[in-house]
């Protein structure tokens, strides 16, 4: 891909968010996106994953243009394919450790997502925990929920923003290794954008986001 993300300000100026990114991510392949905040990452995690728009550039995801489809579309194209990881979890309140592992299953029409979920759950270690809600678990066990729900599909892709980030540094280890884990078992890519080092550097590249450029991390 090769993007550019400008925006027009109330005053009438623009603001370049990114400014001419390319990047190729591999089958397989484990990259991580570091910088300070404000320098673009999240954006570019969203324009890559087809949640918004650039304004400049092509996107291409799993060979489609996604400049060339509508958000059905999109989201279509991400079913059982695209998966991801929030620092916030991101899991619904209402909804079980179970339920909220069988969701993106479901919406996949998999036929078997209960059995599937159960199967995620276990393997995160938390077999005990299926009919709990997220208020009932801890940080580190919400996140291994959500890993738990990325990976229940075996995606071709994973998109993880700040996985560790509001984790205590213990915590933060472990979810790293279960990750690397799953990785590993699935084979599916991973764009990880992170502030953790520790992390970063169990990836096979390590690219720098600054002023709205990407480059490799001398």
Do not use: W
């Amino acid at each position: 891909m090769a993007v550019s993300e400008r925006v027009t300000m109330p005053n009438g100026g623009r603001l370049t968010i990114l400014d001419r990114v390319g990047l190729r991510l591999d089958p397989g392949e484990a990259v991580a996106i570091l910088g300070s905040s404000g320098s673009g990452k999240s954006t570019l995690l969203g324009l890559l994953a087809g949640l918004d728009q650039a304004s400049e550039g092509e996107i291409r995801l799993f060979g489609h243009d996604l400049g060339a489809l509508d958000e059905d579309a999109r989201a279509r194209l991400r079913a059982g394919r695209v998966s991801f990881v929030f620092q916030s979890f991101q899991l619904l309140p209402g909804m079980t450790a179970l339920e909220n592992t069988m969701l993106p299953l479901e919406l996949a029409h998999d036929r078997s997502a209960r059995s599937g979920a159960e199967r995620a759950l276990a393997h995160v270690g938390l077999s005990a925990r299926l009919h709990h809600y997220p208020s009932q678990l801890s940080g580190g066990e919400q996140q291994r929920v959500a890993l738990a729900r990325a990976f229940a599909a075996r995606p071709g892709l994973l998109f993880a923003d700040e996985p560790t980030g509001s984790l205590d540094r213990e915590t933060g280890v472990r979810i790293t290794e279960l990750l690397f884990t799953l990785r590993e078992e699935t084979g599916t890519a991973l764009l990880l954008v992170t502030h953790d080092e520790q992390l970063a550097a169990r990836c096979d590249r390590r690219l720098l986001m600054e002023a709205g450029r990407l480059g490799a991390q001398p």
